[in-house]
């Protein structure tokens, strides 16, 4: 029993669409290599962002708040990636938290405040953890996963209970945005505030 991975990814890349009007750069912080989830929300995001105007580049972590920090934080050390960055895409809420320091300590390190205007997004939504950080407007969306235990647990009674019946090998469990996707354009800065900061990166 899991969350449908792929459309995880579909859901960022509609995130990713919203907040940017369908035209932008976005770092995208995968998970670890090997793992079939972080591969399956990539797939997911390309499917929805593909022929569109985003572009993307992906970099690795190891779903942990530190991992994330440190690959945003050596991302930028490069001069070449730091311009016109608009939003960073986690694919799991810790390692956004942990960019959003690296972008943070970059805006001071570097002298480029238009890293403060870069769009967080993650994947999670624990109710005490994800969904805080975007209503609290620190992270501008993530992608809710329901608790697994509780319907495997219902699955497992009725395949005792219930003659014949016989569970599917795999349930994939729906997930959903938050905010719900109408509402995450919303969180987008004005396409000036926007194009400004990338004209101010572009110009060092």
Not at 18 to 36: D, E, I, N, T, W
Not at 54 to 69: F, L
Not at 124 to 136: A, Q, S
Not at 145 to 169: C, D, K, N, R, Y
Request: net charge positive.
């Amino acid at each position: 029993m899991t969350s449908d991975q792929k459309e995880i990814g579909r859901l960022q890349g509609k995130h990713f669409i919203a907040l940017l009007a369908g035209k932008g750069k976005v770092l995208y912080v995968q998970g670890p290599a090997g793992s079939s989830i972080a591969a399956d929300r990539l797939a997911g995001m390309r499917e929805i962002v593909e022929g569109t105007g985003i572009t993307y580049e992906v970099v690795r972590g190891d779903w942990s708040e530190e991992s994330g920090e440190a690959v945003v934080a050596k991302w930028l050390e490069d001069a070449r990636a730091r311009p016109g960055l608009q939003l960073l895409g986690c694919q799991n809420d810790a390692m956004a938290v942990g960019g959003m320091r690296a972008l943070a300590r970059g805006a001071v390190s570097y002298g480029l405040r238009e890293l403060n205007l870069v769009l967080v997004t993650g994947v999670d939504g624990n109710p005490e953890y994800g969904i805080p950080l975007v209503d609290r407007k620190r992270l501008a969306a993530t992608v809710i996963m329901p608790p697994a235990a509780g319907q495997a647990v219902q699955l497992i009674h009725e395949a005792w209970t219930t003659p014949g019946f016989s569970p599917p090998p795999i349930v994939r469990l729906p997930v959903r945005s938050y905010p719900d996707l109408p509402l995450v354009a919303l969180r987008a800065p004005s396409s000036g505030s926007i194009s400004t900061a990338t004209r101010r990166g572009e110009g060092r």
